[in-house]
């Protein structure tokens, strides 16, 4: 495969986890609060407050959805070529590295093709720079010249 299949494939890979992490924190925040709010009166004493348990269940939602906004990043820059994609790539896949499996494995392929010589020769080129300021003589001559207006000569007639 060409290092562009490759960013293609990985910048994919970082946008399904990403969408694949944040619904399963919504799906398993939501599952906290419907379990929680069914629970029955304990007769040994007091149960924990509601608002406890869906202010822990919010706050982990807000936290892996906070985990995978860095790989939603990460797979816009790879799709996109931007020049700070293989920054961004590293860091979602340090962050993508906590979910085993499909974290873990897409960490790996991160790593992998960032670290490679395909990745390098895709992301380690030399920024552009503008051309060199012209000489100083250039605008000494230019500056001694004066132009006057000569107007065009008229064309023959030709008919």
């Known amino acids: ?18 969408v694949l ?6 799906v398993v925040s939501v599952i906290v609060i419907v379990m929680f709010s069914t629970l029955p009166n304990s007769s040994r004493g007091n149960p924990p407050p509601m608002g406890f348990l869906i202010a822990m269940a919010i706050f982990m939602l807000i936290f892996t959805v906070g985990i995978s906004i860095p790989s939603m990043i990460a797979g816009y820059a790879l799709l996109k070529r931007k020049r700070w994609a293989k920054i961004a790539a590293i860091v979602a896949g340090a962050f993508a590295a906590m979910q085993v499996p499909i974290g873990t494995a897409v960490c790996v392929y991160t790593f992998w093709f960032l670290f490679s010589e395909p990745g390098r020769l895709l992301y380690d080129q ?32 030709w008919r």
Request: charged residues 20%; negative net charge.
């Open 1 to 18: 495969m060409t290092p562009e299949q490759h960013n293609k494939y990985l910048g994919w890979a970082h946008v399904v986890y990403a």
């Open 126 to 157: 030399p920024a552009k720079s503008l051309a060199p300021p012209p000489p100083d003589e250039w605008a000494r001559l230019n500056r001694d010249k004066t132009h006057e207006y000569v107007p065009p000569v008229t064309p023959p007639d």
């Open 21 to 26: 992490h944040a619904l399963m924190g919504v």
